[in-house]
């Protein structure tokens, strides 16, 4: 079994910057990939950045440069820096595993993008 957790949502003002984290523990494959989604209130969840098997890192486009993902293999982590932060970033941020064709999703943090 696999368990995500994430963290680090809150409160900001328009252009500040949050890290959200993602810790996965279980059982925890070397080949799998990693990706956030967010779902804002009555929207689609939505996929915001992720890695792919080989590594590579993706962005949606409306957070592209704004946006960067990184891992702390050694913790089983998955963090994800929101700089330039918009009030339509606001949504419940999730993170979900893929390994063997599973899928496995966090509880999800709120992040909310105000004055």
């Known amino acids: 079994q696999v368990q995500l957790v994430e963290s680090g949502g809150g409160l900001v003002q328009p252009g500040g910057s949050l890290r959200l984290s993602c810790a996965a523990s279980g059982s925890i494959l070397s080949i799998n990939t990693m990706n956030w989604y967010r779902q804002a209130p009555g929207k689609q969840r939505e996929w915001v950045a992720g890695?792919?098997?080989?590594?590579?890192?993706n962005y949606a486009g409306s957070v592209k440069g704004r946006f960067s993902i990184s891992t702390d293999n050694a913790k089983n982590t998955v963090n994800l820096q929101m700089n330039g932060l918009k009030p339509e970033d606001t949504a419940v941020y999730f993170c979900?595993?893929?390994?063997?064709?599973?899928?496995?999703w966090g509880q999800g943090t709120q992040v909310t993008v105000a004055s």
């Open positions: 979900r595993l893929e390994q063997l064709g599973k899928f496995y």
């Open positions: 890695f792919t098997t080989g590594g590579t890192t």
